[in-house]
């Protein structure tokens, strides 16, 4: 027999010191929030004006945490485990829903009853002073060769957690990765949808952490997949690292930063 839970959907939004971005993705919830969603926000003891943002709408979320954390995945999980939610999607501090995001959610969680349901997502890159943004479609069937779906834009069953574990905390920024893969692997089922709700910036510590995030990976693909893929990726992945972070440098150098920064501008429109 299915479970009873008090919502239809939890949203867990962690933060540390993000007093410029943060009131932007608790608006992007509350102007949209039904009594059908409950919304959780820890802070991990900011020492900005995070606090104080936050303090702002304390009557407007369910349950905000302010105290030191163990890192990123430790944060989640006390988010994870205090929602009573059938669904949990992750809304990372900087992150934000489009209007109706809430409602396009509910339609899609309505018409399917997956395990894991995700969809697409727009990317926001900072290019100098200016930001750009692009759509992005993300595909499970490749979790065995990248991070390939996004946790902003991905909603799963609260008795996923119960039955699998929560996030490893041995990760410092690959412990997504690791979760879905061992969902993936186990045969849980996903599900896709061709909708776009969530505006998600690639400026977090994942995307300027690359070289851990690499180590992380190649741990997690020993794990799950073995030493052989392992040892393949970390290859592949280390000569494309190698090879991007050295054609910057060599554009850059010869023809400037600004210059390099309006051809991504324009790749991203021409996308």
Known sequence: MEKEYKYDLSIVTIVYNGDKFIEQTVNSVLSQKKSTIQYIVIDGGSIDKTKTILNKYRDEIDILICEPDDGIYNAINKGITSAEGKYITLLHC???YDDNALENIFTAAKLYNSSILYSDIYRIEDVGSLYVKKRVTPDHKLLTKRMSIFHPSTLVLNQIYKLHGLY??????????????KLYINGVDFKYLPICYVNFRTDGISSKSKHLSLQENFKIRQKRLGIIKAAVYYFNASLILKFYELRKKIFILSFGEKYYNRLKIRSYQNE
């Open 94 to 96: 900087g992150d934000y």
């Open 168 to 181: 490893s905390e041995d990760y410092k920024l690959a412990s997504d990765y690791d979760f879905f893969l």
